[in-house]
């Protein structure tokens, strides 16, 4: 059974999407909704749509930032938006001294200025409800990409799958139930032996530069530079690289050019391939954490009543 969100003030900045599916559904739980960036809703019943991050954190409760978060100069992205919405030390100020900020994933600014404030952050794709979820459309629409890409089947290719994370695992078991080889790299042990008994070709990251040459697609899901100019220059040069990690990615995309291997940087992908079934994720999660986070205010002060 959902939480009901009676009466919550939450403020939902940028985004995508995603977000148009998010709002609504908050919506019929209860929740008075500020938004900025998001022009395109004016006139919703219970939403208040504003140009800026000041006007539209106002009494708000919750802030929602977009699941991509806030780049390293505070800029939010927001497609919609009429202004640029940015936070900075001074927008953040203007936050309710016990909002509780919302983010996909918080890059160093972001954590810093809500350390300096004193604000909560809850980083939702490290939460294994988000991720496992999020694992499905970001899989799907790599593949997509790679089918869009180069000139073969996925069936009977040689994919490679860098890192047995969330979407690896999912990635790499669509690409065989496509007829794909596919071969995945892990560390661990118990991941190589987990890889191998899903019917897959387990690959320690030493073992690369001997095999690399096979490959006909490679998909990276590791935030670490992996796909460095040594190992492509093993590559095979027709080789599609699809990078699913956040920027800046695995890959030395500038040695990938100067080797003529086309490589793509993709993350973000379940808001642009999928944003109907990305929207119905956060609207499936989103009121789970507000939920935990409004039981955890009545426990630790059970004379706070204003949920």
Not at 55 to 78: C, H, N, S, T, Y
Not at 137 to 150: D, K, L, R, T
Not at 155 to 180: D, E, P, Q, Y
């Amino acid at each position: 059974m959902q939480v009901r969100l009676d009466d919550v003030v939450i403020a939902v900045l940028g985004g995508d999407d995603r977000e148009l599916i998010l709002i609504p559904e908050l919506c019929k739980l209860g929740a008075v909704i500020r938004t900025a960036g998001i022009p395109v809703l004016t006139g919703m019943e219970g939403v208040s749509c504003f140009d800026t991050v000041k006007e539209a954190v106002a009494g708000a409760r919750f802030v929602i930032l977009p699941m991509f978060g806030v780049d390293e100069q505070g800029l939010i992205k927001a497609k919609y938006a009429r202004k640029t919405l940015i936070v900075n030390r001074e927008v953040m100020s203007l936050f309710p001294p016990d909002a509780i900020i919302m983010v996909g994933v918080a890059r160093p600014l972001l954590k810093e200025l809500a350390a300096q404030q004193g604000l909560k952050l809850i980083e939702m794709l490290k939460r294994d409800d988000v991720t496992i979820l999020n694992a499905i459309p970001s899989a799907e629409g790599a593949i997509q990409m790679a089918m869009e890409a180069v000139p073969i089947t996925i069936h009977g290719s040689n994919c490679f799958v860098f890192g047995f994370g969330r979407t690896g695992m999912t990635l790499a078991r669509m690409l065989k139930g496509i007829g794909a080889r596919t071969y995945v790299t892990a560390r661990k042990p118990a991941d190589l032996a987990r890889i191998s008994e899903m019917g897959l070709i387990p690959l320690t990251y030493t073992e690369l530069p001997a095999v690399i040459h096979k490959a006909d697609i490679i998909f990276n899901t590791v935030p670490a530079i992996i796909l460095n100019e040594d190992l492509l220059k093993l590559a095979n040069p027709g080789v599609y690289i699809n990078d699913l990690a956040s920027a800046p990615g695995g890959t030395d995309f500038a040695a990938a050019a100067e080797l003529g291997i086309k490589a793509v940087l993709a993350p973000g992908l379940p808001g642009i391939v999928a944003p109907k079934t990305a929207g119905m994720i956060l609207a499936r999660v989103v009121p789970s954490i507000i939920g935990e986070q409004m039981a955890l205010t009545s426990s630790t002060n059970p004379e706070v009543n204003r949920f």
